[in-house]
């Protein structure tokens, strides 16, 4: 069954968005900000890695922080729509060089289980969701500022994924592609395409005029990277989940896609940073820092 949304919408509030794109990992990250003050949150954030070097660097996050000190903003939360596998999240970066609180899926502590035993971290690695300021529950609520942002539970993707409306803009995650991108995969730990379709349509109820923002876009079929669509656009022309494509139809399509991908080439690091809320594994005796690479696990 869909889920109802659990707010009302509000079209008539209209945040401004600022979207920076990461093209190593195709990646969107937002800035979004109440037009009636200075307060903006940060929604999916990027740290760089040059993974075949092991080193790590913040040039995208530096622009992010630019943009917010050159318009005298104020950061009032750091958003991860999910637990991203395909690149790091540069949220710890952002936070300590200019606060706010970091925020998640309340099944964050899922992703920690289930990644927890991949890489086979000790009792230290606390599975409850700690490393992160707030554990957002479907329905809850937050302030930016005069903006209330509105948390939708939309799992499938992951167990943790959460759509964040705000006025007439809602960031789906992985939730949803551009309509010609489709759909995000369904077949890491914890994901389901039958849930994912479920929350691909629970989103899709709200008023068509809704400005949708993509976490992702690999400009399919060569045009250029884009990253904001509609409600109506998707249930229109989405090549995955438009009206018109059953449940059964889509769970066939997408389980038999994503047995054909491979697995995002920076899984590994991504879950190892991204399931501590950004941060890095804790240092050895030395100071030094290092991933491990599960083998045969993934
Ligand atoms: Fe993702």
Redesign the pocket.
């Known amino acids: 069954m869909i889920e109802p949304l659990p707010f009302t919408p509000q079209l008539d509030v209209q945040p401004t968005v600022t979207a920076f794109f990461d093209e190593p990992t195709n990646t969107i990250s937002y800035v979004v900000q109440d037009p009636t003050s200075n307060k903006c949150a940060v929604i999916d954030s990027v740290m760089d890695i040059d993974y075949a070097a092991g080193r790590i660097s913040y040039g995208g996050a530096d622009q992010i922080i630019k943009f917010i000190k050159e318009n005298e903003l104020e950061l009032e939360w750091l958003i991860e729509t999910?637990v991203?596998?395909?690149h790091l999240s540069g949220a710890p970066y952002i936070q300590g060089k200019l606060g706010g609180k970091l925020g998640i899926g309340e099944n964050i502590t899922i992703v920690q289980d289930v990644f927890g035993k991949v890489f086979n971290e000790g009792t230290e690695f606390q599975r409850d969701g700690s490393q992160f300021d707030q554990l957002f529950t479907d329905g809850d609520s937050y302030q930016i500022g005069n903006l209330t942002a509105y948390v939708m539970h939309t799992p499938g993707?992951?167990p943790a994924c959460m759509t964040h409306t705000i006025g007439n803009a809602a960031f789906v995650?992985?939730t949803l592609f551009m309509p010609d991108g489709g759909s995000?995969r369904a077949d890491f730990p914890g994901g389901n395409a039958r849930t994912l379709y479920r929350s691909v349509k629970r989103v899709l109820q709200l008023p068509d005029e809704t400005r949708l923002f993509m976490?992702?876009d690999y400009g399919p079929n060569g045009r250029d990277i884009q990253w904001e669509t509609s409600v109506a656009e998707e249930r229109n022309h989405n090549i995955h989940v438009k009206d018109g494509i059953s449940e059964d139809e889509f769970v066939k399509m997408r389980e038999e896609r994503d047995a054909s991908l491979d697995m995002p080439k920076l899984i590994i690091p991504s879950l190892q940073v991204n399931m501590r809320a950004g941060k890095m594994p804790p240092a050895d005796e030395q100071g030094d820092v290092f991933f491990k690479v599960p083998v045969n696990k993934l």
């Open positions: 999910h991203h596998a395909d993707h992951t995650g992985d995000a976490c992702h």
